[in-house]
């Protein structure tokens, strides 16, 4: 059984059905689409491993948990993010350590 409509004779002159019996593409078009070359997530990504390999591990980790508390308090966040950005955290990593406090946002409608 097809999930396309059944029009008769006489339902196709009352009943404007778009694309089945109005408003029908002489031929079908082929869509262009966009091809993105995969070589600048590659550059980033090497560029973010080298970054990783050559930080203070041991400050990166140092600044995430100092954010963590402080995300916890009332304080301001700026400057301890500032010191972390200039202790080479990612934005990545800042953002997680800031989800560990105050969650994630998610969209999706609750019905």
């Not at 089945?20 to 070589?39: G, M, R, Y």
């Not at 995430?64 to 010191?83: F, S």
Request: proline share 4%; net charge neutral; aromatic share 4%.
């Amino acid at each position: 059984m097809s999930h396309r409509p059944q029009v008769s004779e006489g339902d196709a002159r009352c009943k404007l059905i778009v694309g089945v019996n109005a408003f029908q593409e002489p031929d079908e078009k082929l869509l262009e689409t966009l091809v993105i070359d995969d070589k600048p997530e590659r550059e980033q990504l090497e560029r973010l491993h080298r970054l990783k390999g050559q930080r203070d591990g041991g400050a990166v980790r140092n600044m995430l948990d100092r954010i963590k508390r402080v995300a916890a308090t009332k304080e301001n966040l700026m400057p301890v993010l500032l010191e972390a950005a200039r202790a080479r955290c990612t934005v990545g990593e800042l953002m997680s350590a800031l989800a560990d406090v105050f969650g994630r946002y998610d969209g999706a409608a609750k019905w």
